[in-house]
């Protein structure tokens, strides 16, 4: 099969728009092509500085993870790789329909190159910041410190702080008390 391409009118640029235009409403756009040129948009400049779906001030850990891929030009596949879950998953974080859990945090963290989670402003916050980012569970965080698994959820309730040498094992941790 051939395909016939037509000669573009003497003072046209060949550039294929829309079809001629009939009515005396929509006039042609260049009088001598009489073509009719219709949602022309500027790749370059004032008009062009904004993509679709591109979150200018992310505010969820899914708004992160969407804005750094899409400055990386990656697709969802290579962050869920990177990452270590599937696309579908990366696909509902960037939604919003839901947040990564603490044993996906530690590759969300490497993607994004900082800790989307909110600095604590007290010893339990921050304890729960540490281990979330290194995706721990409060049992393997509990068994790395040394202490009981309940000792360590009173710490991240609040309701007690680390004291003597359960405080030199938490400082040890990278975690400022």
């Known amino acids: 099969m051939t ?4 000669r573009p009118r003497p003072g046209c640029n060949g550039i294929r728009v829309s079809g001629r235009c009939t009515s005396r409403i929509c006039r042609d756009s260049v009088p001598f092509c009489q073509i009719t040129i219709h949602r022309v948009r500027c790749l370059v400049g004032p008009y062009f ?3 679709t779906g591109y979150p200018a001030n992310p505010k969820t850990i899914g708004e992160m993870i969407r804005k750094r891929r ?25 939604k919003g329909h839901g947040a990564p859990r603490i044993n996906h945090m ?10 989307p989670l909110p600095d604590g402003g007290t010893v339990a916050q921050r304890l729960v910041n540490h281990r979330k980012a290194h995706g721990l569970t ?19 309730r ?17 975690v400022s008390l």
Request: glycine share 12%; charged share 25%; with cysteine.
């Open 3 to 6: 395909v016939r391409h037509r």
């Open 49 to 51: 500085t904004e993509k």
């Open 70 to 94: 899409l400055d990386l030009g990656l697709g969802q596949m290579e962050v869920a790789e990177i990452v270590g879950c599937s696309q579908a998953t990366v696909t509902n974080w960037e």
């Open 106 to 115: 530690a590759g969300v963290i490497k993607f994004l190159g900082f800790n």
């Open 138 to 156: 409060q049992k393997a965080f509990a068994a790395q410190i040394g202490v009981d698994q309940g000792t360590l959820a009173k710490w991240e």
């Open 158 to 174: 609040g309701e007690r702080e680390p004291k003597g040498k359960y405080a030199e094992a938490v400082k040890a941790q990278s």
